[in-house]
């Protein structure tokens, strides 16, 4: 990526007050963006957006995907070029109590989101991210591709590929590169990531949250399906991808609008007993885990992305290995309980990633 392009861009993040929102933010303000973020208040206490202080160098509007007005207010003021749609229900147990409000927020605010840049004009560049599990999983060994079905058996996974299918309609029917970007002047993708990691998740039913959560009280983890196996990576790693696009739609949005996958390399897909194996032995001080033994909702057993697309056409790829990003972690948790200053914590392991000079 280069550093020097986002000097200055107006950026807007939705879901900024969220675990991958709050990094991000960090990052572009670090590169001189002008940021800023419609979103929820943060959704767990205590939370990266305000032990980092994402927001002391950001405009912030809280609000709602499903409130249209306040969104399509919040978009006219703001005036962005470059908007990243992070904000959604992400929580796959979640989505089993709570499916209405899964399907309203991931679906409808998408759409909400889609019209309110369309009315306001002047945005340049629209990245909607989703997930992983918006393919329709099949437990193959091999990963996903672009292009293979979208699907899913519960409402997170489904409420995501629905979200694509949206992401296609107003590509195909509003901003339509066939008609010239002259006319509506929006270039449209879909990022799809890998199970992205980092230190600052706190929020519950994820395994690295839990795994911390468990290691800092000195509780043993539990685990629900430890044969799991999913395609693990650094969100930094995520995050470069998305910006790296952007980049690129920026300068060429026909050419590089549509669906994209960035997931790590075949071997860091690692089963949910590696990583916690790993991670209570490198933590120490007598951290151990445990199987859960209720009955659990389905889970995915098998899932990978291909990311060839993004490797071969955007130069893109993973600088961390699992091992060095669940380092990493562990780093982030004991700077943490050390009380040491979160924001430069943060910035520093962006600048050690990315190759930046410290900011």
Not at 131 to 152: A, F, I, M, T
Request: with cysteine.
């Amino acid at each position: 990526m280069n550093p020097e392009f986002w000097a200055g861009k107006r950026v807007l993040i939705t879901g900024h007050t969220g675990f991958k929102g709050s990094w991000l933010s960090l990052w572009l303000q670090a590169l001189g963006a002008n940021v800023a973020g419609y979103a929820l208040s943060p959704p767990t206490s205590p939370n990266l957006f305000e032990v980092a202080r994402v927001g002391d160098g950001m405009h912030t509007c809280f609000g709602d995907l499903r409130d249209f007005n306040t969104l399509a207010g919040a978009i006219r003021e703001m005036q962005p070029q470059i908007v990243i749609h992070m904000a959604a229900q992400s929580l796959v147990r979640y989505s089993y109590q709570n499916p209405i409000e899964t399907y309203a927020v991931n679906i409808l605010g998408t759409v909400h989101l889609f019209e309110a840049i369309r009315k306001a004009g002047g945005v340049r560049v629209v990245i909607n991210v989703t997930s992983d599990k918006c393919y329709e999983n099949q437990e193959w060994v091999w990963g996903y591709r672009e292009n293979d079905p979208l699907g899913g058996h519960d409402p997170y996974s489904t409420s995501k590929a629905c979200a694509e299918l949206v992401t296609s309609a107003y590509r195909n029917t509003y901003f339509n590169h066939s008609i010239g970007l002259e006319q509506h002047g929006v270039a449209l993708s879909s990022v799809r990531a890998g199970n992205v990691i980092g230190g600052g998740d706190w929020a519950e039913d994820r395994l690295i949250s839990d795994i911390m959560r468990a290691m800092m009280t000195q509780r043993p983890v539990m685990i629900r399906n430890p044969n799991a196996i999913r395609p693990w990576q650094h969100v930094i790693g995520a995050l470069s991808g998305y910006l790296m696009l952007a980049e690129k739609m920026w300068e060429d949005g026909p050419e590089f609008s549509g669906g994209w996958n960035f997931g790590p390399a075949d071997e860091d897909a690692k089963s949910v007993q590696w990583i916690v194996e790993h991670m209570t032995s490198w933590w120490g001080e007598g951290a151990s885990w445990r199987l859960e033994e209720e009955p659990q909702p389905h889970e995915a057993g098998w899932l990978k992305l291909d990311s060839a697309k993004a490797r071969t056409r955007l130069g893109w790829s993973l600088r961390w290995d699992v091992s060095t990003a669940l380092y990493s972690i562990i780093d982030w948790f004991r700077a943490y309980l050390r009380r040491e200053d979160m924001h430069d914590v943060v910035l520093k392991q962006i600048a050690s990633y990315a190759g930046h000079p410290e900011f």
